[in-house]
Nanobody, 122 residues
Framework: QVQLEETGGGLVQAGGSLRLSCTAS????????MGWFRQAPGKGREFVAG????????RYADAVKGRFTIARDNAKNTVYLQMNNLKPEDTAVYYC???????????????WGQGTQVTVSS
């Protein structure tokens, strides 16, 4: 059974930073595009960032461009989300997801983690 486990969430003041990690039990991690999504209270889940199989391409939501950076370490089956200059509107549960293939898509991810809470205070 595939498992994705997110860590690194927490409470931070506006302007602060957090780094999320997601470790996946995928047999061939490098076969999968990885993405980060978030869901704020009362809102739908939204795409935050994605990275292609071999780190050749990344994609970001407009709301996080210039503040968040996605990276992966295929040797460790891990994807990261470095979040800088956090804002209260970044408060959400953050999920990582895996999608077999090379396209950094906003949709159609095959596997999901349980999520980690990020709370940004003003």
């Amino acid at each position: 059974q595939v498992q994705l486990e997110e860590t690194g969430g927490g409470l931070v003041q506006a302007g602060g930073s957090l780094r999320l990690s997601c470790t996946a039990s995928l047999q061939t991690f490098s076969d999968y595009t990885m993405g980060w999504f978030r869901q704020a209270p009362g809102k739908g889940r939204e795409f935050v960032a994605g990275i292609s199989r071999l780190s050749g391409g990344t994609r970001y939501a407009d709301a996080v461009k210039g503040r968040f950076t996605i990276a992966r370490d295929n040797a460790k089956n891990t994807v990261y989300l470095q979040m800088n200059n956090l804002k209260p509107e970044d408060t959400a549960v953050y999920y990582c997801a895996a999608r077999r293939g090379s396209v950094v898509s906003l949709y159609d991810y095959d596997y999901w983690g349980q999520g980690t809470q990020v709370t940004v205070s003003s």
